[in-house]
Nanobody
Framework: VQLQASGGGLVQAGGSLRLSCAAS????????MAWFRQAPGKEREFLAH????????MYADSVRGRFFISRNKAQNTMALQMSSLKPEDSAVYFC????????????GGQGTQVTVSS
């Protein structure tokens, strides 16, 4: 499975941004997709995941209530709608996918940069 995140940019604090992730390849085998982010000098942080078939979701405490994850099976895409953005949300955002419950996440490309100005 190949993944490509897009939609990042510069936004003011309190603003909104929508990220997209396009999946290609053996997407029929995907079990779950997720968003992660990594700020300079910090470890990669899990944000949210969504199961590919049923659409069940889970969020990290840091983004619950502000971010919303969704997927479009027909278009093989996943999105992350981000609102009430804070400067601490600034990071490179990555989309990822796993093919089984116990499998490892595969990350897509170089991610997309989100910068939130105060």
């Amino acid at each position: 499975v190949q993944l490509q995140a897009s939609g990042g940019g510069l936004v003011q604090a309190g603003g909104s941004l929508r990220l997209s992730c396009a999946a290609s390849g053996r997407t029929v085998n995907m079990y779950r997709m997720a968003w992660f982010r990594q700020a300079p000098g910090k470890e990669r942080e899990f944000l949210a995941h969504i199961t590919w078939s049923g659409g069940s979701t889970m969020y990290a405490d840091s983004v619950r209530g502000r971010f919303f994850i969704s997927r479009n099976k027909a278009q093989n895409t996943m999105a992350l709608q981000m609102s009430s953005l804070k400067p601490e949300d600034s990071a490179v955002y990555f989309c990822a996918a796993k093919l089984s419950p116990g499998g490892q996440y595969m990350y897509g490309g170089q991610g997309t940069q989100v910068t939130v100005s105060s």
